[in-house]
């Protein structure tokens, strides 16, 4: 190996070249897609024929998944992102249901064998050492695995510290490409958004360690954690939230029996403002997420409390996160890696947050889940549910405790309804 920066670059076209019709080729996840490889990997798309594009949830435009596609690509999701979202359900895509922590088992064992991944990263230092920025995720297991590694050079790309170090030799083709990376305005929340952050914050102890997923709910609850002291991050995802906390003084990590006084994290998400704090910054380390997620580590923390989403929460405590029904609308995700993590670390809490009603004012708290409604959350596994009414504690109740307590943080204008629903449909009484 050379210890330098040198290297050739090429044009994207050129790049993209080495792919061959047949291959399986990964898409950097997130923010990190490499939009300039995507469009000229998809202006191949009449020279190619049954390419298997995977990746979780992108960023980035999708052009190989359109309908005028489907006999050159054919996209295998790990995570389904909106970009994606009408192929899946309309049948033109695929979705392979895991957990995030077994993803790089696919690529690792060759499973799923790589032939070809597709890299966004920061520029080379003055040894030759790229880094995979802002998402390592299962990105870095692709990296490592696949036949072929084709990089977009982007000077945007933060360079992160962790596990995404590349050395440019890796690289079978290398392009240059300054681009703006895609970012992620959270709106603010709504008045139901932060009584939710409210009761999360609520639940959450001064020394614990942090785990949330994106958008205004987790934000909210942040935003109510200013009085908090002494919290940590170990989550496989971050986004603004915590950059007001850590320039307070109230995120330390100081109390995080691994990686103690560092930010832990497998991919980051939001804006320019963001990117820019964790470019270079050693307070944050982005690492594989076979080891960000998995239960063993996650649960040697203290106070882990992890703060997930759904789509709806039946009576018993069944979740389901990653369809309406039958038709497939995110993925399993991380969740069950960290409900499960939080609830074995010692005075942990793995809680569920969510609106009582969706926009349409249909209820998210429903007898029985949607018929092909995927159950992500077991009831055995759940321990806390939250929406804007309060907070249902499910750990060691019976059936009808559940019931009870599920349809009393439920919309006023549903709880009869629950109520009948469920002395009908499950023979609990849950009135004195």
């Not at 991944?117 to 390592?136: E, W």
């Not at 935003?223 to 919290?231: F, G, Q, R, S, W």
């Not at 100081?254 to 050693?282: C, E, W």
Request: charged share 20%.
């Amino acid at each position: 190996m050379k210890f330098n920066a040198d290297y050739t670059a090429v044009s994207p076209e050129e790049a993209v070249s080495l792919i061959k019709s047949g291959d399986k080729v990964f898409v950097h996840s997130a923010a990190a897609a490499p939009q300039v490889l995507i469009e000229a990997m998809a202006k191949r798309g009449k020279e190619l024929s049954g390419v298997e594009v995977l990746h979780l949830h992108t960023d980035a435009e999708a052009p190989y998944a359109g309908e005028d596609m489907s006999e050159s690509f054919r996209v295998n999701n790990l995570f389904v992102g909106s970009n994606v979202r009408s192929a899946v359900q309309q049948g033109r895509a695929d979705y392979i249901p895991i957990f995030l922590s077994e993803v790089p088992l696919l690529f690792r064992r060759k499973i799923i064998p790589l032939d070809v991944a597709l890299l966004q990263v920061s520029p080379p230092d003055k040894n030759g050492y790229c880094t995979l920025g802002l998402s390592v995720d299962t990105s870095l297991a692709a990296a490592q695995s696949a036949k072929i590694v084709i990089a977009a050079i982007n000077p945007n790309m933060p360079r992160t510290h962790g596990d995404g170090a590349i050395h440019i030799s890796r690289f079978d083709r290398v392009v240059e490409a300054s681009q703006e990376l895609p970012t992620l305005e959270i709106p603010t929340p709504t008045e139901v958004e932060k009584r939710i952050g409210q009761h999360v914050a609520n639940l959450v102890e001064n020394g614990s360690t942090l785990q949330m997923g994106i958008g205004t709910i987790p934000n909210a609850a942040l935003n109510a954690m200013e009085n908090h002291k002494e919290l940590g991050i170990h989550t496989e995802m971050f986004s603004d939230g915590v950059i007001n906390l850590v320039e307070k003084g109230i995120i330390t990590n100081q109390h995080k029996r691994k990686h103690r006084n560092h930010i832990v994290t497998g991919f980051i998400m939001g804006s320019k403002a963001l990117y820019d704090f964790v470019d270079d910054n050693p307070l944050v380390r982005v690492l594989d997420i076979a080891y960000v997620n998995d239960t063993a580590v996650i649960r040697q923390n203290p106070k882990v409390v992890a703060i997930n989403s759904a789509i709806e929460i039946d009576l018993t405590g069944q979740v389901c996160a990653d369809s309406i029904g039958t038709r497939i609308y995110s993925g399993v995700g991380g969740q069950m890696d960290f409900i499960r993590g939080a609830s074995l670390s010692e005075g942990g809490k793995p809680i569920i947050a969510l609106p009582s009603t969706t926009r349409k004012g249909i209820s998210r708290i429903t007898s029985m889940l949607k018929p092909g409604a995927g159950v992500v959350t077991t009831r055995a596994h759940v321990h806390y549910i939250v929406t804007e009414y309060g907070v249902a504690e499910m750990f060691g109740k019976n059936l009808r405790q559940r019931a009870k307590q599920l349809i009393d943080i439920a919309h006023p204008d549903h709880r009869e309804s629950l109520e009948k629903q469920a002395f009908d449909e499950w023979h609990l009484k849950t009135w004195d």
